[in-house]
């Protein structure tokens, strides 16, 4: 499977994190490497261990053009060429002049975020999602390290029925409201599409007019998942642990408009509390909880599939297939190639006129995806106070005394 997810880019940490640091050691697809920004600006992913005798990399520091080994000094450009042995260049030796290579993989930066791509050359495009470039948003990253395999956390994108259970019905019984039960899905499809596959869940009191329907929620291939106003992707750490990164944008209301956002703040969310108990107050950790709950690796051989698993019976079909056609020495599904064909992606969006071209804040505030946005960061538990009071500085009008309240999501 590494093999088909290393023929993608994938998103591995904030362009932000490094505004204080140049080094940080890091884990994907079960290799240990060091993600590092020279000191012109360039970043650089290669493999930890020094080639000298081994020292860690990550205790190295950055240099013009590359890393720096701490131990003798070796230092490595961003493509892994190893360019300065200094005493060996004193010595004048002739292993001075062997090129000597290490582990290394191209490194972008997109929306914010740096993005790695672990493939053979050569490299995809790196997607131009076009809500990277929506005007006068406020965007954040947030990341979280899940203990379990990143496939059975995909899984959970094509499972529409899962909402009404994991979000809304053990929420409200676990707070001891016995009450109804929310609205039922009633009808589930999945299909194929151009980036990866569309859901289109329908629940009970909606009609065939309801956009969740109408147009539905793009799964991106291989794993990621993209709802308008924020993109999640489950990139592996290695076979037992994942990145739960999530890309949030909100744009600011009407009339705090024009806004640049000066920086993409980015932090990491915490998943369980200060106890070691599981943090299951908001979306995304509700979801963390059940995927790491499904085991290490989640044991297929034992599940008992049913109707609401259409969508998972068809990506890992599709997966199959992509398996095949990478052993087959093609590309798999959703790779892009041309370049005039990644500009600005236009995705499936429920709400994609007042997502892109915003609304008055009272309007904001009545909309059914921008008005529980507005009010609180539900998606994952931990945001920081300091990245909190720049939403909200963003988002509140000036001179006006409304100010965000607390929001339970529908
Ligand atoms: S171990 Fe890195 S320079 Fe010697
Ligand atoms: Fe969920």
């Not at 990866?196 to 009970?204: A, H, N, Q, T």
């Not at 008992?304 to 020495?329: F, I, K, P, Y």
Request: hydrophobic content about 40%; charged content about 25%.
């Amino acid at each position: 499977m590494s093999a088909l997810l290393r023929r993608y880019w994938h998103p591995i940490a904030g362009a932000s994190e490094f505004d204080d640091k140049a080094i940080k050691p890091i884990r994907l697809f079960g290799e240990d490497l060091v993600l590092f920004k020279t000191l012109s600006g360039a970043y650089g992913l290669v493999q930890r261990r020094c080639a000298h005798r081994g020292a860690d990399l990550s205790f190295g520091f950055a240099e013009e053009a590359g890393i720096r080994c701490v131990y003798h000094g070796w230092q490595y450009d961003a493509a892994g060429l190893c360019t300065d042995r200094p005493f060996e260049a004193t010595a004048n030796r002739a292993g001075s002049t062997a090129p000597l290579r290490i582990t290394a993989y191209p490194v972008r930066e997109k929306g914010g975020m740096l993005w790695a791509y672990m493939g053979p050359a050569p490299a995809p495009e790196l997607p131009d999602w076009e809500t990277f470039s929506w005007p006068n948003c406020f965007a954040q990253v947030v990341i979280a390290e899940v203990p379990c395999n990143w496939l059975q956390c995909q899984e959970n994108t094509v499972d529409p029925v899962h909402f009404e259970w994991t979000h809304n019905n053990a929420p409200q019984r676990q707070a001891g409201d016995f009450g109804a039960f929310s609205p039922k899905t009633l009808e589930l499809r999945v299909e194929d599409h151009p980036y990866g596959l569309i859901s289109r869940p329908s629940r009970e009191g909606t009609d065939p007019s309801t956009p969740l329907w109408s147009v539905g929620r793009a799964i991106l291939w291989p794993n990621g998942w993209y709802f308008g106003h924020h993109f999640e992707w489950k990139v592996p750490i290695d076979d037992t642990h994942t990145l739960f990164v999530t890309w949030a944008t909100l744009r600011v209301p009407r009339e705090c408009e024009p806004y640049v956002q000066q920086r993409i703040p980015t932090w990491y969310a915490p998943i369980k509390d200060s106890d070691g108990n599981w943090i299951s107050s908001h979306v995304g950790n509700q979801d963390i909880v059940v995927w790491a709950s499904q085991g290490a690796i989640a044991d297929r051989t034992h599940e008992a599939l049913g109707a609401s698993d259409r969508g998972v019976a068809l990506l890992r079909r599709r997966l199959l297939e992509d398996l095949e056609a990478v052993g087959n020495g093609r590309d798999p599904r959703a790779v892009i190639r041309d370049p005039a064909r990644n500009v600005r992606i236009e995705l499936p969006c429920v709400a994609r006129e007042e997502l892109m071209n915003g609304l008055p804040r009272e309007q904001m505030l009545e909309h059914p995806l921008m008005g529980p946005f507005l009010r609180e960061f539900y998606l994952i538990a931990g945001q920081p106070d300091e990245v909190k009071a720049e939403f909200e500085r963003a988002m509140t009008v000036r001179g006006s005394r409304v100010t965000i309240h607390k929001f339970v999501p529908q």
